[in-house]
């Protein structure tokens, strides 16, 4: 079992940057695959990057790519968002997931076993 928890969300003017946090905790983190999605008011949940057990892929949504940057440190047991150059586009609830398949990093919501609370991101423009 692992549990997770973000942090790092809150309230930038269009163009800043948020760095996001996921904590978990259990054993075996190191062969999860990660994930952050977000989910805004009346849209879809939707991928906003994913990297696999060992930091050997990302993937990141067309959306955000050149601007957001996943990484992971299995010693510490946490997954980070650096988010850059941010967008009223960008507001929504961000999640952290995790998934029991290591390698390639699902990019579907189902594909994902365990969540976190989420974290609030507001961009304002």
């Known amino acids: 079992q692992v549990q997770l928890v973000e942090s790092g969300g809150g309230l930038v003017q269009a163009g800043g940057s948020l760095r996001l946090s996921c904590a978990a905790s259990?054993?075996?983190?190191?062969?999860?695959?990660m994930a952050w999605f977000r989910q805004a008011p009346g849209k879809e949940r939707e991928l906003v990057a994913c990297?696999?057990?060992?930091?050997?892929?990302?993937y990141y949504a067309d959306s955000v790519k050149g601007r957001f940057t996943i990484s992971r440190d299995n010693a510490k047991n946490t997954v980070s968002l650096q988010t850059n150059s941010l967008k009223p586009e960008d507001t929504a609830v961000y999640f952290c997931?995790?998934?029991?398949?290591?390698?390639?990093?699902?990019?579907?919501?189902?594909?994902?076993?365990?969540w976190g609370q989420g974290t609030q991101v507001t961009v304002s423009s």
């Open positions: 997931a995790a998934s029991g398949q290591g390698y390639p990093p699902p990019r579907t919501h189902s594909e994902y076993n365990y």
């Open positions: 259990g054993r075996s983190f190191s062969s999860y695959s």
């Open positions: 990297i696999s057990w060992g930091n050997g892929r990302t």
